[in-house]
Each structure stands twice: as structure tokens, then as C-alpha cells.
């Protein structure tokens, strides 16, 4: 189960945390992942983290800016999203890729199985 927080509206080059409660995961070992959706614009992967090694990815568009990371404990994965652009306005969603020996080569590739509802964040 996921459940994303921490959209808004900021001005360019401002900073965005984006929360996900993430829950019930089936396998030891999984993928976690941020991906956003302009209207009218295809679905992008914009940062992901395999558990348990911890490997992440950005697309290029983000590096360098966005930050993931993941608190096991608390059960959350974050996108932190400094010096934001007008091109990072989006729906964001919290994603999971759950299956059997998920290894983090997968995490930017495979389809994922599992999605939040969306968390909106627009720059102005």
C-alpha cells in the first residue's frame, strides 16, 4: 500500500519533499519508485531505490537535483526536489515493483505492480 504527501505549488528553484507511506511488501527484496505525469505527457521514472541494496537511479532530467531515499523503520520512501524547474510540474506517483528476487538492475526497467493515488506539484 502507498500513500504519497507533500505536493504543492513553489516557485522555481524552490524545494519540494515528497512523502510516501509505503506497506505490505511481499518479498524481501523490491524496488521503490518516483515517477511523475504532465497532462497530456507521457509517464516518466524520475527516481527509484532497490531494497535491500540501496542502488538508486535518476533520469537525467532530475540528477543532480532530486534526492530518494528511504526510511525502513518508518516504513517511507522520500524524493527530496531542490532547485525546481516549470518542467518538473507533474502528478507524482509512488510506485513499488514487489516480486520474487527483484534485483536493482530491474528497478529502472520493469514494470511496476503497485502504485499510490498521486500527489500534485506545480511550479510557477
Known amino acids: 500500500q502507498l500513500v504519497e504527501s507533500g505536493g504543492g505549488s513553489v516557485r522555481a528553484g524552490g524545494s519540494l519533499l515528497l512523502s510516501c507511506a509505503a506497506s505490505g511488501f511481499t518479498h524481501s527484496s523490491y524496488c521503490l519508485g518516483w515517477f511523475r505525469q504532465a497532462p497530456g505527457g507521457r509517464r516518466l521514472g524520475v527516481a527509484n531505490?532497490?531494497?535491500?541494496?540501496?542502488?538508486?537511479y535518476y533520469d537525467n532530467s532530475v540528477l543532480g537535483r532530486f534526492t530518494i531515499s528511504q526510511d525502513k523503520g518508518k516504513n517511507m520512501v522520500y524524493l527530496q526536489m531542490n532547485s525546481l524547474k516549470l518542467e518538473d510540474t507533474a502528478m507524482y506517483y509512488c510506485?513499488?515493483?514487489?516480486?520474487?528476487?527483484?534485483?536493482?538492475?530491474?528497478?529502472?526497467?520493469?514494470?511496476?505492480?503497485?502504485w499510490g493515488q498521486g500527489t500534485q506539484v506545480t511550479v510557477s
Open positions: 531505490i532497490h531494497f535491500p541494496d540501496g542502488t538508486t
Open positions: 510506485a513499488a515493483l514487489d516480486d520474487p528476487g527483484v534485483a536493482s538492475f530491474q528497478c529502472p526497467t520493469d514494470e511496476y505492480n503497485d
